[in-house]
């Protein structure tokens, strides 16, 4: 209690409110549930109970706002349609577990609240990004949250940690949240948290992020480390893999050779894991709130506790390897209830039940299922081949074409139009295509440029050079590809471990007996998704995509090219070098339309799907 409270003040309500008995929803309280919250789908349940260890750890990261599940009927989205509400349920179960088994149970989170559902970015206008959505987010007893993309308004302070991120407030620069914390288990063990993001250039105005390598370097960060804790919880908006964790780690491994280190790492949406020694686990723990992530580990009893082993001498299990367990969880109540060995009518609590309806309250005042019309059929990013008739990318090159010239004076002037593949961020599936949908298949409010007057036959050179794979491209792909991650589109990323996941199963696929979703293979020892999957389909797909040239145009025949926004600099350089007749700059270069790419679906679905 006493950690959650030192780490979170404004929690003290929802955590004193946690660990209660009578919080139950009486039976009564349940006739009203709908559909959502009992999946109309059979569920099958996971392989084999949690492992639990001397401390645990629920994991969340890269929610986006996610609260109210994946709600829609297309596989593999049942597998995920435990809302916030049920997730609170969980939680308190498992706090009421963990104390009937005298163990230690935290709740972390590795930031990426925002940016992907209708929840936190559908606000109204004059709204905060992910301000009601946080409001249940902070409804939770998080022990250990960062926060990242945004959201830095000094009301957070404190809140978060965020060891190398500040806020400039009337010109002082200061942490955003708290650069670390120390403090107690209920068990009694010394934790010592650090929450770090990484090396991020696409900040906000008035924040900077110090580079990890340079943290590592300051007094304050060797001062909080000095003193040995039971344990290093390490939480940060950072890859488990590829990135930085190693420098933080290795600061305190020159300092504390065996103190346990737990790593709580987000930013690629992948499921992940791995060991940097065998006194150290590092999870991360997906996307979306498609899961869970679960650690335990066997820790010695705390220093200074009258069982500590330390006392009689010899004492191997201060060096020894721990005993590690991590698990990959899907979110829906099939999950929930079995972990918590509740059944339907025993597993909400009076908690969980309001979440959810807040949540429902939220979403009806953002009218986040207005709908725009009726998607035909399912329309995948990854699933189906590129292009075809089930691609969403390829309904995004007709609907940048609908969507961009309403109301638009160039409309009748030919053109070409390009976006990147990375901002359709979700699926879209068969049945009502609401508000909701719009925002979590394109969340980036992106703008669109156009450039006037191109000679057809360049601007339609355009879109195969920025895909291209020639030498020269592939240092202007580098360029496009750090411009993206800064901005932080990790698509790449994601794409690869799908790729990959679907490849080594492929053949297993037609005989297994399994549902869809995800098959995870990291570098842990034992079990690691929860509930056995087969890979879902999985078709590369190019970096940017185009509306279709218009036909019959002479070489020369001037058009318009139309672009997302931000890549404004490697478009004019592109263009630059497809021809020698003119050298353009961003003076070329105009707004083509108020319409933003978080608009643009509804406006296609408006018009062609009703
Ligand atoms: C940055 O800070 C200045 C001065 O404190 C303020 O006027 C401005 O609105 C801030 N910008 C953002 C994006 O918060
Ligand atoms: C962050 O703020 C602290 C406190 O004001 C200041 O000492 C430090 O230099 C700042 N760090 C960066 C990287 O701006
Ligand atoms: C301890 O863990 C490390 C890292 O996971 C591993 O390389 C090593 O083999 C383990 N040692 C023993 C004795 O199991
Ligand atoms: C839970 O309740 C719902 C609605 O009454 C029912 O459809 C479902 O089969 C129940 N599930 C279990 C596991 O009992
Ligand atoms: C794709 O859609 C078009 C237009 O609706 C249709 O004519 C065509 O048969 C479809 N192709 C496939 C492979 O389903
Ligand atoms: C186009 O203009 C009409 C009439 O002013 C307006 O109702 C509509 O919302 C506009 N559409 C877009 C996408 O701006
Ligand atoms: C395959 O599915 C059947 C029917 O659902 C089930 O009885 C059986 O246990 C499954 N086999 C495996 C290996 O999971
Ligand atoms: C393991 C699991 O929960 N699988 C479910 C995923 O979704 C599909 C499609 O609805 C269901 O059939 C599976 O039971
Ligand atoms: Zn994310
Ligand atoms: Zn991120």
Known sequence: MQSRILLTLAFAGAVLACG?????????????????EFPSTKLTPPSRPLTWGSLNILHTTDSHGWLLGHQKTSFPEP???????DFASFVAHMKELAIKKDVDLLLVDSGDLHDGTGLSDGYPVGGVDAHDSNEFFKQLPYDNTLDMHNNFAPRFNGRYLSSNVNITVNGVSKPVGSRFAKFKTRKGRAVTALGVLFDFTGNDKNTTVQKVEDMVKETWFTDAIKDEPDVFLLAGHMPIARDNWPLVFDAIRAIHPTTPILILGGHTHIRDCLQLDG???????????ETIGWMSADLPAPKGHHGYPRHNGEDHSATKNITFSRRYLDPNRVTFEYHTGRGNFSFDTVWGHSITKGLEKLAKKFDLSFTYGTAPHDFTINQAP???????LSLMSEVMPVALTVNNSRASIPNIMITNSGSLRFDIYAGPFTKNDQLTASPFADSFLYIPNLPFSVANAVLPALNGAGADN??????????????????TRYREWMEDMARRNAEKRPTANLTLGYVTSDACPGVGDDTPHAPLQFHAVPDFIASAPPSGLADDAPIDLVFVDFIETQLIGIVNGLQKEKVYTTADVSPYTNVLATEVLGIYAQKEWN
């Open 79 to 85: 597998n995920y349609s435990g809302d916030f509400g």
């Open 279 to 289: 006194r150290s686990m590092s999870l991360e723990s997906g996307r979306y709130m």
């Open 20 to 36: 209660d008995d009578h919080l139950h929803a009486r039976d009564g309280h349940v006739h009203d549930h709908s559909k959502r």
């Open 474 to 491: 592939r240092k202007r792909d580098a360029a496009v590809e750090a411009e993206l991650w800064a901005r932080g589109y990790v698509g």
């Open 386 to 392: 590129y292009p075809s008739n089930n691609s969403v």
